[in-house]
């Protein structure tokens, strides 16, 4: 199973984007793993907020390939324990599901379209998270998952 994670606008912090770099490293022992990050809108915010995700939106539609089924990281999404989702990751995997594409929005969420058609909604947190931040949240916990499904002595 190819997993692909869609996300939304370059994370600035360098410890960020060393966090990012490590777990990735890290689960293509286990998966093929594509990360794809789109542009974040780059108009002033002020009142055009569903525009800017409209257009996130459509950028994160275009790189979503036929038949993928699709995570959406989104607050109002299931929570799930890290073993729950590594039986998700595992169900999904064992479905003969050829790719899992986690999508994450930029720093105002995702477009409606996107979760109406979301195989499934998972929340990372009920707090708010950077979007940068909510990346390597993702990615620490695919790895987990994996290393969970595996007994390896990651998960404490």
Known sequence: MRLTIVSVGKASEPFIQEGCAVYADRIRRYAALNLIVVPEEKISSRGKQEYIVQQEGRRIQQKLRPGVFAVVVDEGG?????????????????????????????????????????????????????????????LEQIYRAFTLLRGMPYHK
Do not use: N
């Not at 799930?80 to 999904?92: C, I, P």
């Not at 105002?108 to 990372?124: H, I, N, P, T, V």
């Open 78 to 138: 299931k929570s799930l324990s890290s073993q729950a989702f590594a039986r998700s990751l595992e169900t999904w995997s064992c479905s003969g599901l050829k790719e899992v594409a986690f999508i994450l929005g930029g720093p105002y969420g995702l477009a409606e379209s996107l979760k109406e058609k979301a195989d499934f909604r998972l929340s990372l947190s009920s707090m708010t998270l950077t979007h940068g931040l909510a990346r390597m949240l993702l």
